[in-house]
């Protein structure tokens, strides 16, 4: 009998003769490159290689064990931390049961013990050992600092005590790091302890908060010093941190006294502390990495303008404050002209443009007023010019002096003129367009805001508005299909919504801006070469012409209704020049342009049933026109037949007509004329596809109307109907003539008998209805073969129907 041996006893055996096929594989891989080498050079051959040893036994697999160095460093930082509790509690628990002889002697070895203990570790190779005792050497000075204050000095302030501790500690700690030079925690842990001793000598002194920030700056300033000229990575990161948080706090200082500052004299103060840190932040970027380079450049940028700016804002209104920070924010990019690094210069272009989009950000309600007041005069079409652009209804900001124009205007010429030579020290091309897009749309800004602040007279307004509209088409037609052409152009767009709302004050003033809007816009649109630009303007210059019919309208005294039709003269102007037109990419958006036109002109038609009646039969005229052209059937095809559908429909409903026959019949002959070409032109084509819609369109509503019908004309009709279709399709073997007009034949038939048949169930007695269906099933059971036979029969011949 075979043994077979357990899964894991099998596990393990194949484990060792996997092991040891692969351990002989490996000895005649080093055997065969011996020979090799023997062959090439025979005068010295090499002696051949030490047997490799034989694999020891395949053992099941274990989790591994921690790594050693892991292990040791988690026992020593418990250890370490063990000791520092220890210490602590010794020093406020422990100390009042000693004399002052055996505090000062435990204290002192204990320190000195520690002290002392890293060297002989460092010099045995016990590196993780050293750094811990360290460690609790460090928080042992700190100790004695303490018990020495309660001690030897205890009616010393203990913030002046705390801030010549510290300095006596950030000094033993920097040397006994410099002496140990393989211990890694004493330099970093000096650096922290170096944030102390000025703001804690500050606190002692009760300084101003002036005072705090220049403290704060001085010890921003040293961790710039050993961050620059520090040694190793802990020491220079520590610093970096210990700078980024104290000048942070100082500058905030000084920018916050600043502000608040009454007049230029009290300014000068924190503008001279802000100033510091500007120089501060810009010696700690200068060979930093380029992160932080460029961040330091940045902050110090921001500090400068503050500065300088903060004396002559100093006491002046806020929208005045904000051109003289906006100018000092304008003067950073003189730092090209200085041999500067390229990440300081890129923080300090970074904090301009800061300053700029603060100061334009301050600037954009006014241009928002004037952009979107103007809608407020569609509630009152021709009701007046006003006398001034403030007048305007809905310009109801609270409005400035002439610093919203002014400052969007310095930055229009700070983009403009020297964002070439700013954005050289960048390495893309796509900012500097960006730039240009910018200067674009903050000149037009600027011009439409000061107009408002003027309160310029209404038609010097519009004429204003009208001349940028035609500046900045020009300039994108000229311009070839970039970000300054697209931007040129959206402003010109949203110039001319502001002005078309704006002309809606009086009569002269709607046609005079419709009419030049119209002209302007099919006029750049002609001379554009880049197709989405001349397609937009294509479609503006329709929206204008379409809002020129409405106001023709509006002049002759007509109602919406009778103003419909006068819209549809621009549709038809559109699907001419859609016929016309040999331009690319320009008939299709006319043309839709236009069909929002009719769509228009339908809902100002809406009102009045035989108007819109017209405009709707008017709208399919057009759309068929459309259709004429090959390229356009299959999209205007369909909407042709259904507007004049419905506008037959409006039609009949206008003249009091209720028979749906009436509605369904014209729409089934026209259906069942378009499904016999089919079929002509495509005689495999199912006869559900080519008579179904013009059937059910009329038979499936007059079915419905019959069934609620008193009256015997109209079953009588629908089922004769009903009839000739059945036969039809029975004659010509077609499949959705014989089942709808069967269908339709047996319901109808069905609502006639219906009260004969419950007449007749009323007369006979209970048992009458179960017999004769008993009778029915035995037939039916009887003559079942026969029955099935009959059916497959009917099914097959169903089938070969189309």
Known sequence: MRHVPPPAEELALLDHELARLDARRLQLL???????????????????????????????????AAPAHGTQNVLLVLGGLLLTVAAIAFTLFSW??????????????????????????????????????AALALVLTVLDAVALHAVAAPDTDGVAFSAAASAVLVAVWTLYGLLLGGLRTPLPAAVVAGQLPLVLTAWAAGASTAGFGWALLATAAADVAVATWGRGLAVKATAYAGAVVTGTVSM????????????????VRPGAL?????????????????????LGGAVGGLAAVAAVGGVPAAGLPWDRAVVVYLLCGAALPAVLWFRVPRPVVRGALGASAAVVAGAVLWAAPVVAAVL?????????????????????????????????????????GLLAALC???????????????????????GWAAVTALLAVADAPYAVAVGVELLLVAGLLAAAVRRAADAVAVTCLVCALAGAVSVGLLGLASEPATYAVCGSLAVLSAGSATGSRVPAVRSALACAAVLCATALACAVGASLGWSAPHTAPLLLVVTAATVLFGARSRVPGVAEPVELAGAFAAVAAVALAVTDAPFLALVLGLCGVLAAATALRPERRRVAGYPASALFVAAAWVRLAASGVTDPEAYTLPVSVAAFAVGHLRRRRDPAASSWVAYGPALSLTMVPSLVVAWGDPHWLRPLLLGAAALVVTLAGARLRLRAPLVLGGSVLALDGLHELAPHVVQVFDALPRWAPPALAGLLLLAVGATYEQRLRDARRVRESFGRMR
Do not use: F, Q
């Open 372 to 412: 979107l007041g103007p809608a407020s005069m569609t509630a009152g079409v021709w009701s007046g010019a006003p006398e001034g652009l403030r007048s305007v209804p809905g310009l109801t900001v609270p409005w400035p002096d002439a610093s919203a124009p002014l400052v969007l205007a310095v930055a229009a």
């Open 30 to 64: 080093s055997r065969r490159a011996w020979l090799v080498n023997v062959l090439r050079a025979p005068a010295a051959p090499s002696p051949p290689p030490a047997p490799l040893p034989r694999p020891a036994t395949a053992r099941p697999y274990a989790p591994a």
């Open 252 to 267: 905030a200082l000084g920018l916050g006294l600043s502000v608040s500052a009454g007049g230029a004299s009290e300014a």
């Open 420 to 442: 070439p030579r700013w954005l050289r020290a960048l390495p893309r091309k796509g900012p500097r367009v960006a730039a240009a897009a910018g200067a674009v749309v903050l």
């Open 274 to 294: 802000l100033l510091a840190g500007a120089v501060v932040a810009v010696a700690g970027a200068w060979r930093a990495p380029e992160a932080t380079a460029v």
């Open 96 to 133: 009042g049961e000693m004399g002052i002889a055996g505090r000062s002697a435990v204290l002192s070895l204990v320190t000195a013990g520690a002290l002392v203990a890293p060297g002989p570790l460092l010099r045995r190779g016990l590196p993780s050992t050293a750094e811990a005792v």
